[in-house]
């Protein structure tokens, strides 16, 4: 059955709201399963087919995971969208609650229904390969905030003082944590034979190591959301745009802001591990530099060409070569 009714759903902690288009219903329940259950008793009030919905949801992390487990289960079509792309297709608004924004999200819906896919649910190993990556980018995160504060505390006091020996006592928590983590994500990916098998793929390129292979699984969700290494590098803010308009405005092409910054981090440490060690990427760096070509650019041409070698070795399900076109 075509869709027919799109619901916009405001996710928060403890409750979600939900409004209807077309028309202007409104729910507000709990974000527990007995509120999963009103929302279908709901459905069937307004007399609602529940084979011709489709939930709308912005990317909320751990809120609408219970939910979208729910929706899966009842065989409800349901999508997640960026905040920032329903923030900017509204134009100017003003004044905002949960309810308003839930209906915000639905006349989203609507207008975009004919572009939205429905999602599903990633497999369990892929969800917990996921939960363990976004806790050990915290982890970093914190023991990398603490490891500064110490250098900073080490200029002005003592190596006994409290504070010193209190910080480094919580990076050295924080350490063992992010191995343990470590070791869990290994056995997680050991123990799935797609997972284990498109980890070492990824890492046969050079300058690709455990972490980013992760997070690359994790981000494309084991290259199905993502099969066009343009598109993610899209995402990853690497894929340079153009910048002119008429006759007057004629700039460099240049990345876009609006990415995913911890992958183009993760990608910027792998390209310069690569210039060290992939003799072609060295000599290409070297040969730009000496035509006079920025630095920065030439980074993330490199940052480029990992990426797409990476979906690459995904797509032929071979490890990469070196010197790939001498051998052929």
């Known amino acids: 059955m075509k869709l027919q009714t799109i619901i916009g759903a405001d996710l928060s902690k403890d409750s979600i709201d939900l409004a209807l288009y077309p028309g202007k219903n409104h729910l507000k329940i709990e974000n527990n399963t007995a509120g999963f259950r009103l929302l279908i008793k709901w459905l069937r009030d307004l007399k609602i087919n529940i ?6 949801m912005e990317h909320t992390g751990l809120y609408s995971y219970h939910m979208e487990y729910f929706l899966h289960k ?5 999508t997640k969208v960026s905040a920032l792309a329903i923030k900017r297709s509204m134009g100017l608004v003003r004044g905002k609650s949960d309810k308003i924004d839930a209906q915000r ?3 989203y819906g609507y207008e975009k229904r004919d572009r939205l896919i429905a999602a599903s649910i990633p497999d369990e190993a892929l969800q917990r390969l996921q939960m363990l990556h976004s806790t050990r980018e915290r982890l970093v995160k914190h023991c990398s905030s603490l490891k500064c504060a110490v250098k900073l505390y080490r200029n002005i006091l003592k190596q006994s003082d409290v ?4 910080h480094l006592a919580l990076i050295k928590n924080f350490t063992t944590q992010i191995k343990k983590i470590e070791s869990e994500i290994k056995q997680v990916m050991s123990q799935n034979e797609v997972l284990h098998q498109n980890g070492k793929l990824l890492q046969s390129v050079i300058g690709v190591g455990p972490v980013l292979s992760v997070a690359t699984v994790v981000k494309t969700k084991n290259f199905s959301q993502f099969t066009d290494p343009r598109k993610f590098a899209c995402h990853c803010g690497t894929a340079p745009f153009e910048h002119s308009s008429g006759t007057s405005i004629r700039k460099k092409t240049r990345v876009s802001h609006l990415a995913d910054k911890s992958m183009k981090t993760l990608l910027d440490q792998s390209a310069k591990s690569a210039i060290q060690h992939d003799k072609e990427l060295k000599q290409y760096y070297q040969r730009r530099l000496e035509m006079g070509k920025s630095k920065k650019s030439t980074i993330n041409i490199v940052r480029n060409k990992i990426l797409y070698r990476m979906f690459a070795v995904i797509k032929r399900q071979t490890p990469f070569v070196k010197n790939y076109l001498q051998t052929t």
């Open 163 to 166: 504070i010193i020996t209190g």
């Open 74 to 78: 009842r065989q409800i079509s349901f």
């Open 105 to 107: 999200i639905a006349l």
């Open 51 to 56: 084979s011709s919905v489709l939930v709308v």
